[in-house]
């Protein structure tokens, strides 16, 4: 139990600290996309801007708006965090070891949970656009996560198990994301809407919503949903990377192409996030309901047939 919380804390800060750089590679990255540099000023090439944003948001008076319901308002950021968090204990950690092979369930739950801390955020702030905001977050977190489910079963359908580790160690000889090339675009492209990144960015729609359902926060509350949305980015990199790309961690090569494979999908959505404009909220809901639905059922049934004939 010991060795199983410190390794969960342990996580826990390490996600944290990867979240503050993450944030400067994704300014530096969006500058060098519009030919400029980006954070530049504070210490040597601007490494330490991360921390000096910490200091200024956490130190910003908490302004506290009239017309709020004030303890789930100040609370629907922690619980964002909290569930934010609670993925990485995911991560190759003892606990894992001691789920019995039940790490995929752990994540459907965590991940389904996290809706409702967008919801009370816009709700509980009495605005019209932050409840418009996260009307928008809602209908496309739930959307998404269909499409999420089922790419998954996908994954375990060739596995033959619900354990994270054991997907990884299936992948020894050869990738999934190589027999499951399209199912690998669409998880893809459902992580970008499921944490609503640009061009899927419908919750936090500036020139209609001003800033989506965070628009009453500011300071600390605003600091806090901001580390859970990048800790959400960098678990699903995670995520990608061991579902489709995975290898065996213990192995120093192996292990090293890991994590390169990771800060590549993380880079990723920055990529994105520089290249496309932000997709319309219809043509948004026609992509998940009348394109990848039809197509992820599709393949999951050949997979499912397939893994029977060979088995047979």
Not at 75 to 88: E, R, T
Request: hydrophobic share 55%.
């Amino acid at each position: 139990m010991i060795i199983e919380l410190l390794s969960g804390l342990i996580s826990f800060i390490c996600a944290l600290v990867s979240v503050a750089f993450f944030t400067l590679l994704e300014r530096k990255g969006l500058g060098y996309f519009q030919n400029r540099k980006g954070p530049n000023k504070v210490g040597l090439m601007g490494l330490p801007q991360p921390l000096a944003d910490a200091i200024k948001l956490f130190s910003k008076e908490m302004v506290k708006p009239t017309l709020v319901n004030m303890f789930p308002f100040l609370l629907c950021p922690f619980m964002s965090l909290f569930l934010g968090l609670l993925l990485w204990i995911l991560y190759n950690n003892y606990f894992v070891c001691s789920m019995g092979g039940l790490s995929v369930l752990l994540f459907l739950c965590v991940s389904s949970l996290s809706v409702y801390s967008v919801m009370g955020a816009g709700w509980f702030s009495n605005s019209k656009y932050a409840l418009l905001g996260s009307v928008r977050a809602v209908a496309q977190s739930i959307s998404y996560e269909v499409s999420m489910s089922l790419i998954l079963l996908s994954c375990l359908v060739l596995v033959g198990s619900l354990s994270i580790s054991l997907i990884m160690k299936y992948q020894f000889y050869v990738w999934v994301g190589f027999i499951n090339f399209f199912m690998l675009l669409m998880w893809f492209v459902s992580c970008v809407a499921e944490t609503h990144r640009a061009p899927f960015d419908f919750a936090e729609g500036e020139s209609e919503l001003v800033s989506g359902f965070n628009v009453e926060y500011g300071g600390v509350g605003f600091a806090i949903l901001f580390m859970a949305e990048y800790s959400n980015i960098l678990f699903m990199s995670v995520l990608l990377t061991s579902l489709f790309c995975g290898g065996v961690l213990y192995v120093f090569f192996y292990g090293l192409f890991f994590y390169l494979m990771i800060g590549f999908v993380a880079f990723l959505f920055i990529w994105v996030r520089a290249s496309y404009p932000r997709y319309r909220y219809d043509l948004l809901m026609y992509l998940i309901w009348k394109s990848y639905l039809p197509s992820v059922l599709n393949i999951l049934v050949f997979l499912v047939m397939l893994v029977y004939i060979l088995n047979f």
